[in-house]
């Protein structure tokens, strides 16, 4: 979906391996357990899970870290590691990560399927939530979808 200025597209491939200039975005839960998924696949690349608790963000936020001239964002979707989350607790944390982004002048963002591996949202209601969210922002989306080697 595209607007003059906001584009979602989707491309085949990891999204560890985005350019630099995208900033990354998955979800977590607020215990921030990250012990599965791509969670554990960013708690091994990015760590700081200190860092990341002391912001004490709660769900329906979005807790951040810096890379370089990049961010990567933690969408805070549910309470507990083991529970689901809701479209509702996504959309917050879309809404959170979009005041950050805005005002930080972030235009490109790279995302998994967010919410969909275990968590088990389905990604025609999360591209939905997605689209709603962004689609007045100067924004281009790109979800990796990972084709296991």
Known sequence: MSSEKYKL???EGDLFN???????AHCVAADL???????AKFKQVYGSVAALRAQ??????VAVLKDDQRFI???VTKDES??????????????AMQQHMLSNSVEKLAIPRIGCGIDGLEWDKVCA???EVFYNDNVDIVVYNFVPK
């Not at 083991?82 to 809404?95: E, G």
């Open 33 to 39: 357990g990250m012990g599965a998924g791509i969670a």
């Open 18 to 24: 985005a350019p630099k200039t995208y900033s990354l």
């Open 9 to 11: 597209s989707e491309i």
């Open 82 to 95: 083991w529970q689901k989350p809701t479209y509702d607790n996504l959309r917050s944390s879309l809404k």
């Open 129 to 131: 939530e997605i689209n």
């Open 73 to 75: 964002y933690y969408l």
């Open 56 to 61: 004490k963000i709660g769900t329906g936020g």
